[in-house]
């Protein structure tokens, strides 16, 4: 079955640092990506997406390549800022007209100042 | 523009109680609904989804039901609470045609705790 699989965290990094948080899916067909973020308290919100091999999603100075070939979809920004501190998932949709999104276990982010 | 609203925003209810959360969609129509639960500190489990209404889909068996009475309204039950039904319950919505990007809206979320 489908399936993600995050790095496991937490992650802690200095302000201004490089972020990557790996992601990894097995899917049948061409699944449509996902990265959600989640502050404390709140729920999920979209990050970004990218629907097709190559695409690739960005917002908010985040980016992540659909990888096909490496079944991959890491998460990346060049500076983080403490702000970024929350929870990171990574999501799949099949697109075999299931209607389940399945989502990886999250990677906690803490940035210090 | 759409939006999801979910409620209440916390409850503290004893063992044995019963439970109703509330989620409402605006802006849309027939909408795909969810009802996931986050344990503390884990990561997302699927509950229930619902592509119409009178359709729910169970994913856990367990002591707990959903029902969609209106095209964008779905409940979220239990006749007799466990301590192990404490989590956060997050409600989410998608456009009826998954596969196509259209990505999964959440809502704000219920934080229960069952004493």
């Known amino acids: 079955g489908n399936s993600v699989t995050q790095m496991e965290g937490p992650v802690t990094l200095s302000e201004e640092a490089f972020l990557t948080i790996n992601c990894t899916y097995t899917?049948?067909?061409?699944?449509?990506l996902f990265w959600y973020v989640q502050y404390p308290g709140e729920g999920l919100q979209l990050l970004l997406k990218a629907t097709k091999a190559d695409d690739k999603g960005s917002n908010k100075g985040f980016e992540a390549t659909y990888r096909k070939e490496t079944t991959s979809f890491h998460l990346e920004k060049g500076s983080v800022q403490v702000s970024d501190s929350a929870v990171y998932f990574c999501a799949l949709s099949s697109t075999s007209g299931t209607y389940k999104y399945i989502f990886g276990t999250g990677t906690r982010l803490k940035v210090l100042a | 523009s759409q939006t999801i609203h979910q409620w209440p925003a916390t409850l503290v209810q004893p063992v044995g109680s019963p439970l109703s959360l509330e989620c409402t969609v605006e802006?849309?129509?027939?909408?795909?609904l969810y009802w996931y639960r986050q344990a503390a500190g884990r990561g997302l489990q699927l509950l229930f989804y619902?592509?119409?209404?009178?359709?729910i889909s169970s994913e856990v068996p367990q002591n707990l039901s959903a029902s969609r009475p209106q095209d964008r309204q779905f409940i979220l039950s239990s006749k007799k609470l466990l301590l192990s039904d404490s989590g956060f319950y997050l409600c989410?919505?998608?456009?009826?045609?998954?596969?196509?990007?259209?990505?999964?809206?959440f809502g704000n979320g219920t934080r229960l705790t069952v004493t």
């Open positions: 619902s592509v119409g209404i009178g359709q």
């Open positions: 802006g849309t129509s027939n909408p795909n």
């Open positions: 989410a919505w998608s456009r009826s045609r998954t596969g196509y990007g259209s990505p999964l809206h």
């Open positions: 899917a049948t067909g061409y699944p449509s």
